[in-house]
Nanobody, 113 residues
C-alpha cells in the first residue's frame, strides 16, 4: 500500500488549500489526515471511515472538511479554509486498518501571516 499526498503549498493567512491523498489500492477502512508543525509532535486533524462518517479535532472544525468521494474509496481530500499561520506544517495521510497502519510522505503547507 502506498499513499501519495498532494496539494500543499504557500498561502496567505485567510486563504484556502485542498489536499489530496491517493492510495494505491482500494481502502476498506478508515483514513485520515494528520499534521506535524516544526518542532512539534504529530497531531490528528480529521478522520473519515469507510461509510463517510467524519471526526475533526477542535482546531479543524468549521474550517476544514475531509471527504472521500470516489467509488474505490481510495482517495481522500482535506479542504482547508480560513487558514492561519498556526496551520503551517507537513500534512500526512493515514490509513488505519485492523491489519495495520500506513502513512504517506506528507505534503507541506505554509501559511504566511
Amino acid at each position: 500500500l502506498q499513499l501519495v499526498e498532494s496539494g500543499g503549498g504557500l498561502v496567505q493567512a485567510g486563504g484556502s488549500l485542498k489536499l489530496s491523498c491517493q492510495a494505491s489500492t482500494r481502502i476498506f477502512c478508515g483514513m485520515g489526515w494528520y499534521r506535524q508543525a516544526p518542532g512539534k509532535e504529530r497531531e490528528l486533524v480529521a478522520t473519515i471511515n469507510f461509510d463517510g462518517d467524519t471526526k475533526y479535532e477542535v482546531f479543524a472544525k468549521d474550517r476544514f472538511t475531509i471527504s472521500r468521494v470516489n467509488a474505490r474509496k481510495s482517495r481522500i481530500y482535506l479542504q482547508m479554509d480560513s487558514l492561519k499561520a498556526d496551520d503551517t506544517g507537513v500534512y500526512l495521510c493515514n490509513v488505519d486498518c485492523p491489519s495495520g497502519v500506513a502513512w504517506g510522505q506528507g505534503t507541506e503547507v505554509t501559511v504566511s501571516p
